[in-house]
């Protein structure tokens, strides 16, 4: 039996630094168009919106995507995530996709709604097993903490004038507490 050559085919590598650089630009760009569609929206209480963001690259590993619906006045969001360090990543993902929901919404003129999420690869490496059982044996004796508030200027509603320098003035979080620094390794 002959064997089957595989077609070649070309790729254009980027540095990280550029392609991450295009995927955020298209990103926002994508944003944008998205808050102006569901501004346009937001009157009909039946209006269903769905758009789905990917920010792919063929040289990178992840691939994320949001569709968002409003509905009764609300926006909702499902995230999929192709792959997540759940330790280190998911805390992070979930408040930045939370924080960019309700940021869209009041920009929108709308309530934040709910946030559904999957994960298609989720995972807790091995050198993270030992800080993971000290965040359950804390959360054993201490029980769940007050969900801190999320604040956002309510003077903003143009979703590009939120200010994005360093101290973040138009977006605060109200009343976070913690019980202490844990140190998860990247990976194994």
């Known amino acids: 039996m002959r064997s089957k050559k595989r077609k070649k085919t070309h790729r254009t590598k980027l540095p990280g630094r550029e392609l991450r650089k295009a995927a955020q630009e298209k990103a926002v760009t994508e944003l ?3 808050a102006e569609k569901a501004r346009a929206e937001a009157g009909d209480e039946a209006a269903m919106l769905f758009e789905t963001h990917q920010m792919m690259a063929e040289d990178l590993e992840f ?8 509905t009764d006045g609300k926006l909702n969001a499902w995230v999929h995530q192709r792959s997540c360090d759940v330790p280190l990543g998911l805390p992070f993902n979930v408040t930045q996709y939370a924080t960019l929901l309700c940021m869209l919404a009041q920009v929108c003129g709308l309530q934040p709604g709910t946030m559904d999420w999957s994960i298609k690869d989720a995972h807790i490496y091995v050198n993270q097993i030992d800080p993971i059982r000290e965040q359950l044996r804390r959360f054993d004796e201490n029980g769940s903490l007050p969900a801190p508030q999320l604040w956002l200027n309510p003077d903003v509603t143009d979703f590009f004038r939120f200010d994005n320098s360093r101290d973040c003035p138009d977006v605060k979080l109200i009343g976070y507490e913690h019980m202490g620094k844990l140190a998860f390794p990247i990976a194994q």
Do not use: P
């Open 32 to 34: 944008g168009e998205l």
């Open 63 to 70: 691939e994320e995507g949001i569709q968002s619906a409003i």
